[in-house]
């Protein structure tokens, strides 16, 4: 009774196929058991055979590994998969720059008030490079009668240009794709405007999509995505779930185009609009904040937290998720404590290197009376350390700053589901002295000298 040997298929390098293949000429109720494989020609049929094998193998091998998030290699496979957990990726973001300006009432010819509307222009130069820099709101400043002058303070700079693409929604069309191509958009400072037909003055704004709970059929909400080439794609609703915009309306995409981290570290600016009067320009804090797109890594991390936060902040764990899907960019680390953990663990630290009074240390002081309430036992400390350097070129700290604590609270009391306050704090760094000595004998000293 003849035995029929099966060819063994579990195997995935190209060597060990060719090898089961030959097994399976080679068996015992086989005409090509006796032949010697490697001098004649079925030899080069067995290569064929073992790399076709070989490769189909490698294919849905690859292919397996691309239809989940935690192995998936190529961007807009991950992208896709986080897509389904109701993630987008971030994008590029734009530096930002704090300043203040001082113009001469003649400015205005000396009118009360004096508005700078947003599309203000500046430059700054990094590295030998020039960068522009745009305000993207309106901001209004008081004649003051005994200066004479207009003082806008806190204006907030971002760099880049705002650069504005339209789009004609055609009749009939069922999924008309309206792609942004365009990988320098910052998503943070875009925005959507409807427009009956081309010639009207008639403008409807649409909102992102955030929530299903306050979306009906006419209300005027986009989503955004990235698509398998790299750029940002705006779909609508579809009058169940958001406003679909009506045949021949026209769209008008404005966005801000930017270099990224390139536009960090700008301290020097220079006022480029049109004008006849130049203002002074008085710099509250150099440009931080800017980001490249979102990698493929800290995708595949953060989209599993944010579909674990399902739009709600609760616990200390939402809290971390919170700020490593949102604030990632601008942290180097970060922990959330409760008041508890707060009290015994942190300004215990303080008493135990000497501090006696923690509360009155420069840095905890200055959170606790910008950020702190009079309720102490609700509050969720957020401890915060830059991305950026610690140190500048003057020996000064570097902390996160005011206006980058502002926008972190403000972002998560819109989500918080508590009325719980939160704190920022302020790392606490330690300076030491190195000392050296070349021998036994001689005294330990914090010297250090050429040889």
Known sequence: MSHTQQVNVTELDYNQIKENIKAYFKRQDSEFKDW?????????????LAYNTHYNAVVAHNAMNESFIDSAQIRSNVVSRAKLLGYTPRSKSAAMAKISLTFPGSANRNLTTYTLYKGQTLTSTIDGVTY???????????????????VFDEITIFQGRMKEISFVVESGEIDQKYIIEDNTVDLDQLTVDVFDNAYSTSVESYALFESLSNVGPSTPVFFIHENYNGNHEIKFGDNIFGKKPASLNVIKVKYLSTQGINGNGANLF???????????????????????????ESIRNNASKNFQLQNRIVTLQDYNNFLQTNFSQILKSFSVVNNNEYVNSYLNYFLNIGLNKPNDDSRVLFNQVNFNSINQANNVYLFLVSKFNNVDENDNLNYVSTSQKTSI????????????NIVPVDPVYTSFS????????????????DE
């Open 434 to 449: 190195l000392g050296v000595r070349s021998a036994e004998t001689e005294k330990l000293t914090t010297e250090i000298k």
């Open 409 to 420: 609270i403000n972002m998560f009391r819109e989500q918080q589901q508590a009325n719980i």
């Open 36 to 48: 010697d494989f490697e001098g004649s020609g079925l030899n080069t049929l067995i290569d064929v």
């Open 270 to 296: 220079t006022w480029t609009s049109p004008g006849s009067v130049s203002p002074a320009i008085t710099v509250l804090s150099g440009a931080t904040n800017g980001s490249e797109k979102e990698d493929i």
């Open 132 to 150: 522009s820099y745009i305000t993207v709101d309106d901001y209004t400043a008081t004649l003051n009668e005994i200066t004479g002058q207009y």
